[in-house]
């Protein structure tokens, strides 16, 4: 069982950086995938950013290619998403996900808002 809790959300202006968190509880959260995902107001959930178990592995939306940052530290249980040159379009509620392989999620966690503003 993982537990997951997003932090680092935030009002920003357009141009800024926020650092979001996914602190997770359990053993074997380092044997898991994490990935990042977001929903904005009246749309779907979208896929953002995900980490492979050990970080050596990488993946990015095209929205957010080049801006975007995904890393880990297995010994804090944590992974981050940094955040660099936002747009308002990317202003949505960002959540972080663990399972064995990405795009295989199975623990969720609450969700942190982002807004960003012009």
């Known amino acids: 069982q993982v537990q997951l809790v997003e932090s680092g959300g935030g009002l920003v202006q357009a141009g800024g950086s926020l650092r979001l968190s996914c602190a997770a509880s359990?053993?074997?959260?380092?044997?898991?995938?994490t990935g990042w995902f977001r929903q904005a107001p009246g749309k779907e959930r979208e896929f953002v950013s995900a980490i492979s178990w050990s970080g050596g592995s990488t993946v990015f939306a095209d929205s957010v290619k080049g801006r975007f940052t995904i890393s880990r530290d297995n010994a804090k249980n944590t992974v981050y998403l940094q955040m660099d040159s936002l747009k308002r379009e990317d202003t949505a509620v960002y959540y972080c996900?663990?399972?064995?392989?990405?795009?295989?999620?199975?623990?969720w966690g609450q969700g942190t808002q982002v807004t960003v503003s012009s």
């Open positions: 996900a663990a399972g064995i392989r990405h795009p295989e999620y199975n623990y």
């Open positions: 359990g053993r074997t959260f380092s044997r898991y995938a």
